[in-house]
């Protein structure tokens, strides 16, 4: 839910869109923020982070939802990352601030931070990709067993044989098989390639 700001925000009239990405695409005109003014009204913690102001980010966070999204689908880790606000990217990102979330353009927060090439935001963000990653792998572990249980088990065998027009050549190309056997909640997968002889599991 869309939190209170509290104030009213600053700033006259200026214009009615500034643009917050320096990559020259089709998309650009999709990653504008609104009036300040309007902004600071209906997205306080996205005004925030737009300001730099890393003393409201921080007591913002306590009543607004970091995963909001603006009109143009830009979470406040969004801005932060286009804005290059690196102390609203490690306190939005130490509040659990989505980094899989795309915006209207369909850019995520990391994939923003890969096409302006801060490799410190580039790190902090992946590290809190795969821990999100992991967690919500981890959420979905119950459902995963459950579907797991009402598939029932079975055994599935695939072959592969590999051949080549050139004289001999197919003598040494591999012949692979695949043998995935599901009990239970189980799943074990064997893989012999008959070209080298080797055996994987």
Known sequence: MPCESGSEGEGGAGPTTESVSGRQDPDTELLVVPDPVVLSKRYPLHYSVFQGDIKRVSALLRTC???????????????????????????LL?????????????????????????RQTITSLLRKFKQQSRET?????????????????????????FHSWVPLVSRILPSDTCRIYKSGVCIRSVVTSHAIGCKTT
């Open 94 to 118: 130490a509040h659990g601030a989505p980094v899989r979330v795309k915006n209207a353009a369909g850019w995520n927060p990391l994939a923003e931070a890969i096409s302006y090439g801060d």
């Open 137 to 161: 792998l981890e959420e979905k572990r119950p459902e995963l067993l459950q579907a797991l249980k009402e598939l029932g088990d079975f055994y599935l065998e695939l072959k592969w044989d």
């Open 65 to 91: 939802d970091v995963t909001e999204q603006d009109v143009h689908g830009n979470t406040a880790l969004h801005l932060a990352v286009m804005l290059g606000k690196k102390e609203c990217v490690h306190l």
